[in-house]
């Protein structure tokens, strides 16, 4: 029986769980802190956060305080956008860890590419900043290393190293699906996470999600995190609301059929935020 306490293997044998919380636009302070801990709480294993949301002395403190060991917890930070580089990734991931105040980090991601749009050694950017990211892998820092955002050729810059990526984050629902990414990733064995599980909150109003969240008595926002799981990726929901932080666990007691997978599978791409990875200003 599957249950929110599942976990997925990384390619290293670290067990990663399956479902995390998102804090992407969690306010640092009462906000972030009391999201997290409430989803600490609730069964929660698995938190989300980046040097970039602004959040990780909130996310350290709520994970500090919550009384489950440290090694229950799966914690997950990435690296910003403007410390790429070899030199450079060690001081920020200092810098993490002092935020955070935990002895090792589980999983460290880029958060987003160096790309050929704005850098034209966009390659050797992103290979020096996962030789550092390495390095401190191979120290027993961090648990697992991995990317966020990297498309397949972004990725294909980093499979000839020691260590590849285990782990790729990318942005993922049912409206916005990246079929190549995930075959990419799936062909060389890197676990795909979703971020934007429920597109932000745009494709909850969807009214073929809606047909199938009425079929299965459940609500839109927990059809989408039902077809990560299915899809065999890991979704990241967010929510400040403890309502909505238990209902986004609430996945066990239902499964999507072949007709919902089918019509989620013809759905227009209708659910992403805009910022493609080869695209964006940073
Ligand atoms: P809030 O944090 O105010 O509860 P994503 O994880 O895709 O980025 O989506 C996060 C957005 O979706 C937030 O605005 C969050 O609101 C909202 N949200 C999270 N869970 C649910 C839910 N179960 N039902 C409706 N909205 C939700």
């Keep these: 029986m599957q249950t929110k306490h599942d976990t997925v293997r990384l390619p290293n044998g670290v067990q990663m769980p399956k479902i995390g919380f998102g804090t992407w636009q969690s306010k640092e302070g009462d906000q972030a802190i009391t999201a997290v801990s409430t989803a600490l709480e609730l069964g929660y294993r698995h938190i989300d956060t980046a040097a970039g949301y602004g959040n990780e002395k909130s996310v350290g403190i709520a994970v500090r305080n919550s009384g489950i060991p440290r090694e229950e917890i799966f914690v997950t930070s990435k690296l910003p956008n403007s410390k790429r580089g070899y030199y450079s990734a060690f001081e920020t991931f200092k810098q993490t860890m002092d935020n955070l ?9 880029i958060h ?150 089918e019509l989620i599978d013809k759905l227009p791409d209708f659910g992403q935020s805009g910022n493609h990875p080869d695209k964006v200003n940073w």
Excluded at 101 to 109: A, K, S, T, V
Excluded at 219 to 228: E, M
Aim: net charge negative; glycine share 4%; proline share 5%.
């Design 101 to 109: 105040e935990l002895e090792y980090l589980d999983l460290y991601l």
């Design 112 to 261: 987003w590419p160096a790309s050929f749009h704005r850098f034209q050694d966009w390659e050797q950017i992103n290979l020096d900043t996962w030789r550092a990211m390495t390095e401190l892998y191979k120290q027993g820092k961090i648990k697992a290393i991995g990317v966020s955002n990297f498309l397949p050729h972004h990725l294909k810059a980093l499979m000839e190293t020691e260590v590849t990526p285990m782990v790729n984050q990318i942005e993922l629902n049912p409206g916005c699906r990246q079929l190549e990414t995930r075959a990419y990733c799936q062909q060389h064995g890197i676990v795909v996470e979703a971020w934007s599980p429920l597109g932000s909150g745009r494709i909850l109003n969807d009214e073929n999600l809606a047909k199938i969240a009425k079929k299965h008595n459940k609500s839109v926002a927990q059809v989408c995190l039902r077809w990560a799981l299915q899809i065999n990726t890991c979704p990241l929901p967010k929510s400040v609301t403890p309502e909505r932080i238990k209902q986004n666990l609430e996945l066990f007691d239902f499964s999507l059929d072949q007709e919902d997978l």
